[in-house]
């Protein structure tokens, strides 16, 4: 049981490049999240999803795009990448079984530098 | 939406008691979790506390929350090295279950 899987781990790209975080899961969760996280400001909701076909904007969601096809992955895109997005990016999910949930499982992280 | 804040920095001996507090802004909120980061990982899941209960306890962790000052405090009894860690707390309000809003951590740095 993987759990949730993130890929790449690190990235650099250069400013105005675009790419797609990877994000997995293999436990049939209906609720999946991204975060990222930066120093001394916690962790930041960037879109999440309640399920495939289903998602929606969270506290930051400028600059990035999602789509869920399936249960199972939620890629995230940076459209243009600019400094301001360097920051290290988690993907979560939990079932939401009952509309209960009972905490997020996170992936271990992608470390993006735009420079 | 929901506001979360901790404290920045604990310091304690390994062997005594570390307690972690957090205060919320939001009253509906619902679901109240602790996560651990280790450096260089994800977030963990320690526990959950749902808005009806006061107290959850697991092994040595004991969670209590005061609804009433909308405050939150992990205490982790006998302090290891290995929970060295930043801890997150973090709350879901009832307008919306998946949307977890996380404070900005303490990190808990336990003395030999």
């Known amino acids: 049981n993987a759990g949730v899987t993130q890929t790449p781990k690190f990235q650099v790209l250069k400013t105005g490049q675009s790419m797609t975080l990877q994000c997995a899961q293999d436990?049939?969760?209906?609720?999946m999240s991204w975060y990222r996280q930066d120093p001394g400001m916690g962790l930041r909701l960037i879109h999440y999803?309640?399920?495939?076909?289903?998602?929606d904007q969270g506290e930051v969601p400028n600059g990035y795009n999602v789509s869920r096809s399936t249960t199972e992955d939620f890629p995230l895109r940076l459209l243009s990448a600019a400094p301001s997005q360097t920051s290290v990016y988690f993907c979560?999910?939990?079932?939401?079984?009952?509309?209960?949930?009972?905490?997020?499982?996170f992936g271990s992280g992608t470390r993006l530098t735009v420079v | 939406g929901e506001d979360v804040e901790q404290s920045l920095f604990l310091s304690v001996r390994e062997g005594d008691s570390s307690v972690i507090n957090c205060t919320y802004t939001d009253s509906s909120s619902t679901y109240l979790y602790w996560y651990k980061q280790e450096p260089g990982a994800g977030l963990q899941l320690l526990t959950y506390i749902f808005s009806n209960m006061d107290m959850k306890q697991d092994q040595r962790l004991t969670v209590l929350l005061n609804k009433k000052d909308k405050h939150l405090s992990l205490r982790i009894a006998d302090t290891q090295t290995g929970d060295s860690a930043i801890y997150f707390c973090?709350?879901?309000?009832?307008?919306?279950?998946?949307?977890?809003?996380f404070g900005t951590g303490t990190k808990l740095q336990v003395i030999p």
């Open positions: 979560a999910s939990t079932s939401g079984q009952g509309g209960i949930n009972y905490g997020y499982t």
């Open positions: 973090a709350g879901a309000y009832s307008g919306g279950y998946q949307k977890v809003t």
């Open positions: 436990m049939n969760h209906e609720y």
């Open positions: 999803s309640v399920g495939a076909g289903i998602t």
